[in-house]
């Protein structure tokens, strides 16, 4: 029975001495500066979409990013017709050749709600946050988004 278990023991071993590890280095990506609220700062126009229960209405606007400080940028959102209008500060990132941010602040924000989105390497940003307005006793929730592309 010892001989048996030398035996197994031995040929595991071995055969771990001389197992390895595909080469996973991925040397193509791109590494993106370590700056990314300098990156990502511009003005993004696009559409800002308005959902409530289920109903969805749109409008134009734009979300203008300007740098803050080392990952951080002021987000200023715009939608007159939505009555969107703020600006708070945010924590950005780099992310899959593009960007993501989110602030997770609330009511302390400049528009008074949490938001997150993302840039992606094109240009293009995506947001959204829900918002709770209170009317009377009655308390409705809005859904909104945003989709833009840098100018």
Known sequence: MKKILLSLFVLSAFCITFASCSDDDDNDNTIISTNPEQLAAGTYTGTWTQDLNGTQTTAEGSIIVTADSAYCADFNFVCDEFGITGTSVANISCANSGFVYYNNAGTATGIGVSFSGRIDA???????????????????????????TKQ
């Open 122 to 148: 094109s240009g293009n940003i995506t947001a959204g946050f829900e918002k709770s307005v209170r009317v009377g006793r009655k308390s409705t929730t809005y859904y909104f988004s945003f989709a833009g």
